[in-house]
């Protein structure tokens, strides 16, 4: 079987999985990055499909704590709060970074400003986009600086269907399906990230992406079970 080596692998390459992988490669110029996408590199995934825009707070009187209450109210006050607030505090940072550091272009008003329009559960105008085409623009940014960088390797039509995972439990890197050829690679890691996105295709009627079939909380969810069932013996075999 093929061997792949990584210091980081990567598994999905949506709007998370690439800028996870820039950051790294710009952070540690030195990490060997593996990027591993079910699709294409780019084209895959939902964030390509984003059409009505990027939410963030940058101007008064809008504020994170309404754009928290909003994100709340949108989820039925099921959300994890924690996460809710990262990411509204994050999104302005993150906006900036896209345009500054990885050359989006955000529509703009008259005077020069990002333009924000208003959006479905938004109370302010708060949404930046690039007209109806923003996800593509996103994508199409961060694959070039990803194709520039040469510290980050892509496997395209590789699709992640098990995680490597010790006698401990401990994580080592994923078995991949290349798709192209009908056949596994073996990739190792010192650190494996899982950005596969959702799982919209356990709903009756979606609009996503098809590759987004909840493969990553599949993954994750049966490397917990094994590491837990693992635990009490280093010598017990493993699960098929
Ligand atoms: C039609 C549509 C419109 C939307 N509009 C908006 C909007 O206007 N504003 C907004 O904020 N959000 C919008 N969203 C939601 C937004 O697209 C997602 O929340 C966001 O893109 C998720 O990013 P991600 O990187 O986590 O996942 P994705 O961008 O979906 O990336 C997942 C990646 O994982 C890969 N993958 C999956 N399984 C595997 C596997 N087994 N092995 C290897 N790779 C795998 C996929 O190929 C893909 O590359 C929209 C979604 C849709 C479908």
Redesign the pocket.
């Known amino acids: 079987m093929e061997t792949v080596e990584a210091d980081l692998l990567i ?7 690439l800028c996870a992988a820039l950051h790294a490669a710009d952070r540690a110029p030195g990490l060997a990055i593996t990027v ?4 294409l590199l780019g084209r ?12 963030a707070v940058l101007t008064p009187p809008d504020s994170l704590e309404a754009h928290f209450l909003d994100t709340l109210r949108g989820g039925a006050w099921i959300n994890d709060q924690e996460l809710v607030w990262t990411l509204v505090n994050e999104a302005p940072r993150r906006v900036l970074e896209l345009e500054a550091r990885y050359g989006c272009f955000f529509d703009r008003t008259d005077d020069g400003r990002i333009h924000q329009k208003p959006f479905a559960g938004q109370s302010h105008d708060r949404t930046i986009h690039k007209g109806d085409l ?2 593509i623009e996103i994508m199409n940014r961060l694959t070039e600086q990803v194709w520039a960088r040469p510290s980050i390797r892509a496997l395209e039509e ?4 098990e995680l490597l995972q010790d006698d401990a439990g401990r994580v080592g890197g994923a078995l991949l399906l290349d798709m192209r050829r009908g056949s596994f690679v073996l990739a190792r890691s010192r650190a494996t990230l899982l ?4 799982g ?1 295709t356990m709903y009756k009627v979606i ?3 098809a ?3 909840a ?2 909380i599949a993954l994750a969810y049966r490397a917990g079970r094994r590491s837990r069932t693992w635990r009490w013996s280093s010598s017990t075999p493993r699960a098929s």
Do not use: E, F
């Open positions: 598994l999905g390459a949506g709007g998370a999985g591993a996408v079910k699709g895959a995934g939902c964030t390509r499909m984003v059409q009505g825009g990027y939410n923003t996800g590789h699709r992640a269907v950005a596969m996105g959702g919209p609009a996503c992406s590759d987004k079939a493969d990553g």
